[in-house]
């Protein structure tokens, strides 16, 4: 059974920084994409940054490009998301999430862990 749990969400003030942590098990991730979503009050959900697990390649949304770095721990299965310079229109909560990548949608989803950023 895939578990995705995602921790390491606050409070914090705009400019800070927070690292939000992806714990993966129940499977070998090697062919998967292992992504991050958000969603804001109101919102519809949204992408902020993906990478492939085999080669490490990185993938972002155009609004925290630069800003967000998203990374993998292989030994400890973990997926990371280095968020820089928040802005409060970062605040959301964040999915991690993950599909194979033969697979057209992300079909394994945490449960969120929210992040909000005060102006």
């Known amino acids: 059974q895939v578990q995705l749990v995602e921790s390491g969400g606050g409070l914090v003030q705009a400019g800070a920084s927070l690292r939000l942590s992806c714990a993966a098990s129940g499977r070998t991730f090697s062919s998967y994409f292992m992504g991050w979503f958000r969603q804001a009050p109101g919102k519809e959900r949204e992408y902020v940054a993906s990478i492939k697990w085999s080669s490490g390649s990185t993938y972002y949304a155009d609004s925290v490009k630069g800003r967000f770095t998203i990374s993998k721990d292989n030994a400890k299965n973990t997926v990371s998301l280095q968020m820089n310079s928040l802005k409060p229109e970062d605040t959301a909560v964040y999915y991690c999430?993950?599909?194979?990548?033969?697979?057209?949608?992300?079909?394994?989803w945490g449960q969120g862990t929210q992040v909000t950023v005060s102006s």
């Open positions: 999430a993950a599909r194979n990548i033969l697979a057209n949608e992300y079909e394994y």
